[in-house]
Antibody
Framework: QVQLQESGPGLVKPSETLSLTCTVSGYSISSGYYWGWIRQPPGKGLEWIGSIYHSGSTYYNPSLKSRVTISVDTSKNQFSLKLSSVTAADTAVYYC???????????WGQGTLVTVSS | QSVLTQPPSVSAAPGQKVTISCSGSSSNIGNNYVSWYQQLPGTAPKLLIYDNNKRPSGIPDRFSGSKSGTSATLGITGLQTGDEADYYCGTWDSSLSAGLFGGGTKLTVL
């Protein structure tokens, strides 16, 4: 049974970089699938941030592309999200997921709330 | 304003059937697969339907998906109070080269 767990700071200052890690258990990232990040501002809907294929190919939301980096560390069975130059608009619950394709989330982490505030 | 349009809310009585629509365009729903998610209060989304009408293992056949042209529909039969949740559609947009989600529909089981 694959499980995903997000980790990282819950509070980030404006203009700084948000960094989150998703630790995967029960499945080896290097074996396949896409691995993605999705966020949900408080009380609002879902927004696709981007995905990475197990081989390393990345796909980003054009609206965030200039600020987003998703990477994989197969040795730790983790993948990560970095979002630079954050503002209050980036305050959200961030979810990681194992994806059936670039977008479709098969298995999800529980989510982690990141607040951008000074 | 989401590119994919869902009704903000729907409601029905226990045991009844409800449908939730998701309207898009030729660049998204019209030429790409649609998925549907259920998000219970305070929890992560859960995949209900992928590739328009396929159910992942463990999803009961009370949940069904269909697509026609630039619209997709999620159907839920035999409604239960435990089905009260927000439901989201999702698809790829070939023009935007981006994944999209609908704005979400809140289901109330009266």
């Amino acid at each position: 049974q694959v499980q995903l767990q997000e980790s990282g700071p819950g509070l980030v200052k404006p203009s700084e970089t948000l960094s989150l890690t998703c630790t995967v258990s029960g499945y080896s990232i290097s074996s396949g699938y896409y691995w993605g990040w999705i966020r949900q501002p408080p009380g609002k809907g879902l927004e696709w941030i981007g995905s990475i294929y197990h081989s390393g190919s990345t796909y980003y939301n054009p609206s965030l592309k200039s600020r987003v980096t998703i990477s994989v560390d197969t040795s730790k069975n983790q993948f990560s999200l970095k979002l630079s130059s954050v503002t209050a608009a980036d305050t959200a619950v961030y979810y990681c997921a194992r994806n059936y394709d670039i977008l479709t989330g098969l298995n999800w982490g529980q989510g982690t709330l990141v607040t951008v505030s000074s | 304003q989401s590119v994919l349009t869902q009704p903000p809310s729907v409601s029905a009585a226990p045991g009844q059937k409800v449908t939730i629509s998701c309207s898009g365009s030729s660049s998204n729903i019209g030429n790409n697969y649609v998925s549907w998610y259920q998000q219970l209060p305070g929890t992560a989304p859960k995949l209900l339907i992928y590739d328009n009408n396929k159910r992942p293992s463990g999803i009961p056949d009370r949940f069904s998906g269909s697509k026609s042209g630039t619209s997709a529909t999620l159907g839920i039969t035999g409604l239960q109070t435990g089905d009260e949740a927000d439901y989201y559609c999702g698809t790829w947009d070939s023009s935007l080269s981006a994944g999209l989600f609908g704005g979400g529909t809140k289901l109330t089981v009266l």
